[in-house]
C-alpha cells in the first residue's frame, strides 16, 4: 500500500497518493508486475516494450523476476538516470529512437513477440484496480480524484477497481451503507498537457497549445482509450484539465510551499487512514506537478466544492 498524504491547503481538502513509493518509484509497477507475472505463465520469455522511461525501469525489474528478455525502446533524449537503469538490468536489450513506438510494433511483429502496450491490453489495467482498493481504506469518503493521464490505462484500471469493488459489496448481500463504501465510485478527471491533450482537450478548451511540456511521460497523442476514459470522466460527472508550463511551475512553487507549511506547523508526518508519508519523503516530480495543477485549475472553478469535498491527487513521480 503506498501512502498518502494531506496537502496543507487553504479552504481545500486534497490528499496526495504518494506511487513513488513502488519498488521501482513509479505507478507503473501496479500495472507491470501482474501483467508481465501473467504472460511469463502463457510462457513468454521475450517481449518489447516502448516508453518514455519509466514503464520501461520498471518493466525491466518484472522481467528479470520472470526470467523474460526485455527489449526497451526508449527516445534518444530519455532522462539520464533512466536510461543509468535500464543499462543496469542484464535482462534488457536497449533500442534509443526517434520513434519508439512505431520501432517497437515493427520489431515485435518482425521477431514474433510479445509487445506490451497499456493502449490496448486491458490486462494492464488489472494492477491499477489496486489503487482503488487501498484509496477505499485510505479516504472512504473520497469525492474527486485527479489522475495525469497519457494512454488512459491508469485512470481506466482505478475506475475498474471501484465498480468491481461496489458491485462485489452488492453480490454480497452487503448494503453499501454497511459496508461503509459511497454508492459509486468519485468523480475522475483526467490531467493532461498543452502538448499532449487528446482526452482531457475534449472538456477543457481554456489553452494554448506549445510544442514542449516539462510533464514528459504524457506522450500519447493517439489514445486508443480516448472513448473509453472520455465515457468514464463522463459517467463520474468529472472532466479534464490542460496544464500548460506556466501552470506546472506555478502548481510546483505553491505544492512546495504548503509542504513547508506542513513542517514549520509541526505536521511533518500527515494524517492517515491506512497509512501515510513524512514531508521529506514527497518527490516534487513534473508529472505530480501536473496533476496537482489540475486540481488547482479545478477549484479555482469551483471555490465552494473544493472548500466541501475530498480531493485525492494521484502523485505518479
Known sequence: MTPVYKISLPESSVWAKLESHNPTGTHKDRSLGPWISYYAKQGAREVAISSSGNSAVSAAKYCQDSGITLHAFVRRDIEEYKLSSLRKNTNVILHTS???????????????????????????????????LELIEQVPSLDNIFIPTSSGATLAGIYQGYTSHISNRRTQGRSIREASVTSQPPSFYAVQTTKVHPIAGYFDKDFLSETTSYATAI???????????????????????????????????????????????????????????????????????????????????????????????????
Request: aromatic fraction near 6%.
Open 98 to 132: 526517434k520513434t519508439p513506438k512505431r520501432d517497437a510494433l515493427r520489431f515485435a511483429r518482425e521477431h514474433d513477440i510479445l509487445n506490451l502496450r497499456a493502449s490496448t491490453d486491458d490486462r494492464a489495467l488489472v494492477g491499477y484496480e489496486v489503487i482503488a
Open 219 to 317: 506522450v500519447d497523442n493517439i489514445a486508443h482509450r480516448k472513448d473509453r476514459v472520455i465515457q468514464i470522466l463522463k459517467e463520474t460527472r468529472g472532466g479534464g484539465f490542460v496544464i500548460s508550463n506556466r501552470e506546472l511551475e506555478e502548481a510546483k512553487k505553491v505544492l512546495g510551499q504548503a509542504m513547508r507549511l506542513a513542517s514549520s506547523d509541526g505536521h511533518s508526518r500527515a494524517e492517515r487512514k491506512g497509512s501515510l508519508a513524512s514531508t521529506n519523503r514527497i518527490q516534487l516530480g513534473w508529472q505530480s506537478a501536473l496533476v496537482f495543477a489540475g486540481f488547482l485549475k479545478w477549484r479555482k472553478q469551483n471555490p465552494n466544492r473544493a472548500r466541501q469535498e475530498i480531493s485525492v491527487c494521484l502523485f505518479t513521480d
